[in-house]
């Protein structure tokens, strides 16, 4: 028998969340299916509620990168059983409306009605809870949940397919060189794709130092706009304008203008909210999470490398508070709600090498950061 509550990561007010105890989520359509969530992420869009700068009521879950193993499922779903292994899109979509027969599943018209678009946790995208929680469910879900590999391997990789920001370089092909403004994780996941993608380069501009740093070790060319005009600096070193440009921060209009050929392509990464009021810039995951998966598993791709720290659901309060402050290198943290991390898979070595490595430039570059064992990386998972 099941349990009837779960744990779960709610908004209460303005920088507060609090893992509290929650009804299970429950079949409500035959389509339907319950995924016991074994990693979900911390993106920097639960940030603008968190901050009470949304509309968001208290008793919302966040939580809308995620994935894990389907628990219950509905019974009109045909192309997943139980125990599979799944990941899915930050948007929910039903897979039959006209947009997403266009492959434009972040404006899917068939999830939340009297808007184009719905997403898991997150305020005005429809009434799906979030995944920062034991359980989570997920509506048609045959179209929805993308099988992965069965194990525990690769798990931190494939948790960013959820919201892999890299692909809105439309149209962009191989041996173009690109800039990218903001190094963030959406920054560097834009860069990373580029780089997949077979950028002849990447520049990526910002001014944090362990930032710039994890970008040249993916093989871009790091610019720091404190040391001179970023746009001066690019231009400079690639000969000439670069042929795309995207902005991941928000603050660099005029530079990505000035940086770029005439006639190319500009782009900007827009998150949930801001991507429905611009229509544009705002990810259509289904539209490539199966081939990014892909090259996860040929082993071409490891996105973990902007995971800065993986915890247990009960310090979510903490991580979310010292991620608002980027504090102590909160950059991109994984939750796993049921535990279950705490063996040392080859994944998992994988990735507390990279969240040591992108502390250890932490410690070098500010002096400030403390390492608090019980709450940093998965040896203290349960
Ligand atoms: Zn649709």
Known sequence: MAPSTMKAVNYVGPHKVRVQEVEMPKLEHPDDIIVKVTTAAICGSDLHMYEGRTAAEPGITFGHENMGIVEELGEGVTLLKKGDRVVMPFNVADGRCRNCDEGKTAFCTGVNPGFAGGAYGYVAMGPYRGGQAQYIRVPYADFNALLLPPGTEHEADFVLLAGWHGVEISGFKSGESIAVFGAGPVGLMA??????????RVFVVDRVPERLAVAKKIGCTPIDFTKGDAVDQIIRLNGGEVDRSVDAAWEFLDSMCQVICPQHQLVRIANLRQGLSLATGQCNVKAYNRYLRDLIIAGKAKPSFVVSHEIRLDHAEV????????????TKVL??????????????????????????????FSGTATLEPNVYFNTNIR
Do not use: C
């Open 335 to 364: 939750i796993h709600p049921n535990g279950g991390f705490e063996s040392t898979t080859v994944s998992q070595k994988f990735i507390s090498l990279n969240s040591l490595q992108v502390l250890s430039f932490l410690l070098n």
């Open 191 to 200: 860069a990373y794709s580029a780089q997949l993608r077979g950028a002849s």
């Open 319 to 330: 991580a979310y508070e010292k991620f608002d402050k980027r504090e102590d290198g909160y």
